[in-house]
């Protein structure tokens, strides 16, 4: 039915006034400025429930929502799940995210090309043997609206971690260990040409793959795991501005090429 509303985000088609598109932060605390960013007269609140906090934007006549997943893969496959149940078809995860490769200044933007599946939900959903891979018109958009507002981006593989802390190799934790399969492992990614560390989107990459549907990552840098642990609140305002930036105009990229 289309007014079912769905049991963990609290959304309906008839809800979402025919939007396809899905922006995704993990915080819910970003969900209404991403919406006012793109829709700053219009955007309206929809629902919150749990870590699922949902508003609704126009961006050149056309509707655009903003879904909050919280933090970590189960989570992000539960909003993939429902989102894509009422009609989303095309999804942008947008967050920040710790860069380990030397050179990238901060806060630039990551745009994931594919991403390494350290996570354990996607693995439900198809072999550790399937890539994590994004949708290459969904990227070159991001690409393209990096390049229109002159802010600096880089494009490459993401680690996405089931965990902040031993799965991103963090000893700053409460036992101070970290196992013994996650040791040496970020100095391996930077070996690899690993770009950053985050958290989604490896569950996501993939859900969208299986279930034939499109999805794009991209992040602003907030800290470098080379220099340090600990964001600036200066940079972490630019960061989430220019990605606010780029989000929008890549939407606006892709709703013109429809």
């Known amino acids: 039915m289309a007014d079912e509303i769905k049991y963990h985000i609290r959304l309906s088609r008839d809800m979402v006034e025919g ?14 400025k991403t919406a006012r960013h793109i829709d ?6 929809l629902a919150a429930n749990r870590e699922y906090t949902s508003w609704l934007a ?8 903003v879904c909050s997943t919280g933090i970590g893969g189960p989570s992000t496959s539960i909003a993939i799940e429902e989102l ?40 439900h959903y198809a072999p550790i043997e399937y890539p994590a891979v994004a949708d290459f018109e969904l990227t070159s958009a991001l690409v ?25 190799e963090r000893y700053d934790t409460f036992s101070g260990y970290v196992p013994r399969r996650f040791q040496n492992t970020l100095q391996e990614w930077q ?15 993939t ?16 800290v470098s795991r080379i220099a340090g642990e600990t964001p600036n609140d200066e940079e972490l305002k630019r960061a989430e501005e220019n990605l606010a930036k780029v989000i929008r105009k890549a939407l606006q990229i892709r709703l013109a090429q429809e």
């Open 84 to 123: 894509a149940s009422i009609g989303f078809k095309n999804f942008y995860r947008i967050g920040t995210t710790g860069v380990i490769q030397p050179g990238i200044k901060l806060p630039s933007i990551i745009i994931t090309t594919g991403s390494v599946r350290l996570d354990g939900a996607s693995t």
């Open 58 to 65: 126009n961006l050149d006549g056309k509707k655009v929502l």
């Open 19 to 32: 939007a396809t598109y899905a922006i995704l932060p993990g915080d819910p605390g970003r969900v209404e």
């Open 144 to 168: 393209e609206a990096a390049k229109s507002i002159d802010v600096e981006y880089h494009v490459g593989i993401t680690a996405s971690s089931d965990t902040f802390y031993p799965g991103q």
């Open 40 to 45: 700053p007269e219009g955007a309206k609140f």
């Open 207 to 222: 859900i969208a793959s299986c279930f034939g549907l499109r999805a794009g990552m991209v992040a602003s840098a907030i």
């Open 191 to 205: 070996k690899l040409h690993v770009l950053n560390y985050e958290m989604e989107s490896a569950t996501l990459l």
